[in-house]
């Protein structure tokens, strides 16, 4: 795993291991980071300090966890765990104590995201007939879907800092690509307009910017993009694949 410059200088490799690791996200306060490993062959996440140092393993049990995400506070991390068979949203204190399953569904879900004050979960889910956006109280009640308007799938919500928007990505126009909306489901907005894959959506601590993964150029890159569609600007280009960028806030 890497850290970088804004401008996709300077990368520093921070882990240097054999394991495979991904899904990083800096906390709130810029001191750590957790991520997704699997030196012991399943995924579980972890949390380090911003060097490297200090490696803790939060969820340290033998099923699959994945997809972890600060609350805005850094108390909480919500994460992906299939510990009752079915992959769940879950989430924990900062420290990996008071592990709970929210969601307790049959259906497969993925990639929760916390609203700026801490009170809601979005996340995905494929409760009908394809996969769609869900928005949950933080303690499992008040289920809502914002994006059931579209036949389409629709994965990856990234809730903006200033709670204004969720960026997420779609199928709805033939191939993955980046939109945004309110968090009430209106004011869809394709940010993406290239015939390639775009995934990962993560956000600037202002909410000027996302970051988003694709592969433009034959490998995966990672890309800068204002939330009105414009600016959209390849940060660093390498001959590896570069994946899962997140802001350090």
């Known amino acids: 795993m890497f850290t970088m410059e804004p401008d996709g200088s300077g ?17 709130p306060n810029g001191t750590k980071l957790i991520f997704v490993s699997n030196p012991g062959g399943n995924r579980d996440v972890y949390v380090m300090n911003a060097d490297g ?41 900062a420290d990996g104590s008071q592990q709970t399953n929210i969601t307790r569904s ?13 009170s809601r979960i979005a ?3 494929l409760r009908g007939a394809q996969k769609d956006i869900y928005i949950v109280n933080a303690d499992g009640s008040g289920l809502v879907n914002p994006t059931n308007a579209s036949s389409a799938d629709d994965i990856q919500p990234a809730w ?30 394709r940010l993406t307009q290239e015939k390639f894959d775009d995934f990962n959506p993560s956000w600037s601590p202002d909410s000027a910017f996302i970051l988003f993964d694709a592969t433009i150029t034959g490998t995966d890159q990672i890309y800068r993009i204002k ?17 899962d960028a997140s802001w350090r806030k």
């Open 11 to 27: 990368a520093i490799n921070i882990t240097n291991n054999y394991a495979r690791d991904e899904e990083p996200e800096w906390s």
């Open 53 to 93: 140092t200090g490696l803790v393993n939060l969820t340290n049990n033998d099923s699959e966890d994945y997809n972890p995400h600060w609350s805005s506070d850094g108390t909480k991390i919500a994460f992906i765990s299939e510990r009752d068979f079915s992959p769940d949203v879950f989430t924990m204190n």
């Open 106 to 118: 049959r259906a497969p879900e993925a990639s929760p995201t916390w609203s700026p004050d801490g």
């Open 123 to 125: 996340f995905s889910s």
């Open 160 to 189: 903006s800092p200033d709670g204004s928007k969720i960026a997420f990505v779609s199928f709805r126009d033939g191939n993955w690509e980046l939109y945004v909306m309110a968090p009430n489901g209106t004011g869809v907005l």
């Open 227 to 243: 939330p009105d569609g414009t600016g959209q600007t390849l940060l660093g280009p390498s001959e590896r694949d570069r994946q």
